[in-house]
């Protein structure tokens, strides 16, 4: 009889101590709770004070009328930009492109007047074959190289007489609309708006003072509002606290698991405090060890779902890689077939101003032989000319007229 009154009173204060620390289970949960509310309302009465201050200052910005500071129209025109030199010209190929030129030109002109001397010299005709070399080198190298870098250093040249003229335009307007007058216009008018813009400042601190003083008042009404039920239920865990430092019949770091001895001598899986504390600390390693390999599971799972993961990511990745190279290789044969396609064009464009001038040199050359002959016919003696004499009638210094 004396073992049941013993086993009634070891399972009736297990019952207290179980409830004791279910009750400061329950006010620790309270006060956090009552924390959390305290720390909205402090962050509402946060937002509610910037907001203030938001709507306050775009009032304040509509409410500010004051005029800007105004610059002449010429004073905020950008200066025109220079043109661009060519960059592939060198003073050295630009004067061998001019010089080409002027060689070719001026060979043809002392070709033409050795044929108008008609002159049977071998002296003379070795400076006629020599001035037609002359002749086709020079307009070759003019039509394939120097025309090109003659017209742009010409186009350049028209468009920096272009600029310059703009440059100065530029200028003058500039300097007629940045007087003394315009100056003092606007160091004026700065002033007007610094006034102004100051005086929006000083309302603004002072608005902003009004709500910083509202916001410290109002975290300190929030203060008060809390903290009595903070102290209230402060003391009461204290009170539960004292009262579970003074149980004596488990030790202090088995009271979270006074449940779970009860449960072991209610049901009688155990039949004295001894082995219930025992079956209690066994179920609790077991509980343990069964959430130790369920979290294990997890961080398996989450590894394995995370290398699955990069791996897809990889993969995207290199599918990337693969197509931005297919995609600048074609880019690449793309601009390659497009430079010889215009080295093409630029090649037959050189061909066809080669053949143009060839065949004006034979037709200046045909125009040259028909004058020479009908200034023959207008001859004297053209009857008594042989037909070869007649053939060579550009060299021909016989010459009387009827």
Not at 47 to 73: C, G, M
Not at 309 to 336: S, T
Request: aromatic share 6%.
């Amino acid at each position: 009889m004396s073992n049941e009154m013993k086993m009634t009173e070891i399972i009736a204060e297990l019952e207290r101590i179980d409830g004791l620390y279910e009750r400061y289970q329950h006010l620790d949960r309270q006060m956090n709770g009552i924390s959390g509310e305290k720390e909205k309302e402090d962050e509402a009465l946060g937002n509610d004070v910037v907001l203030t201050l938001h709507e306050y200052r775009e009032a304040q910005d509509e409410k500010f009328n004051a005029k800007k500071p105004s610059i002449a129209a010429p004073c905020l025109a950008a200066p025109p930009c220079a043109p661009e030199k060519p960059k592939d010209i060198t003073a050295k190929n630009f004067f061998m492109a001019s010089a080409s030129g002027l060689v070719a030109l001026g060979s043809f002109i002392i070709w033409c007047v050795l044929a108008a001397l008609n002159s049977d010299s071998i002296l003379v005709g070795l400076l006629s074959g020599l001035l037609t070399i002359v002749i086709l080198g020079a307009a070759g190298y003019w039509f394939a190289v120097g025309s090109h870098k003659v017209t742009a250093v010409v186009e350049w040249q028209a468009k920096q007489a272009e600029w310059e003229k703009q440059q100065a335009e530029w200028e003058a307007a500039f300097n007629r609309a940045a007087t003394e007058q315009e100056s003092q216009r606007f160091l004026a008018e700065c002033q007007t708006y610094d006034t102004a813009f100051l005086s929006l400042v000083d309302v603004c601190s002072k608005k902003y003072r009004e709500e910083f003083a509202r916001y410290e008042a109002g975290l300190e009404a929030i203060k008060d509002k809390y903290l009595k039920k903070l102290n209230d239920i402060h003391e009461e865990i204290q009170g539960v606290l004292t009262q579970l430092e003074q149980v004596t019949l488990i030790h202090s770091s088995l009271i979270p698991s006074a449940w779970r001895i009860l449960n072991m001598l209610r049901t009688g899986r155990a039949d004295t405090l001894k082995e219930a504390i025992n079956l209690a600390a066994d179920e609790e390693r077991k509980d343990a060890e069964e959430a130790a390999r369920q979290e294990e599971a997890m961080q398996q799972q989450r590894l394995m779902e995370q290398q699955a993961h990069d791996a897809r990511m990889h993969n995207a990745a290199m599918e990337r890689a693969a197509e931005e190279e297919a995609r600048a290789m074609r880019a690449h044969n793309a601009a390659m077939e497009r430079a010889a396609a215009d080295q093409a064009r630029a090649a037959e464009r050189q061909a066809r101003e080669a053949a143009k001038q060839t065949e004006m040199a034979k037709q200046q050359a045909r125009d040259a032989q028909r004058a020479a002959s009908a200034r023959c016919a207008r001859c004297a003696n053209y009857s008594k000319c042989s037909y070869q004499v007649r053939q060579n009638a550009a060299n021909c210094s016989a010459y009387t007229p009827k």
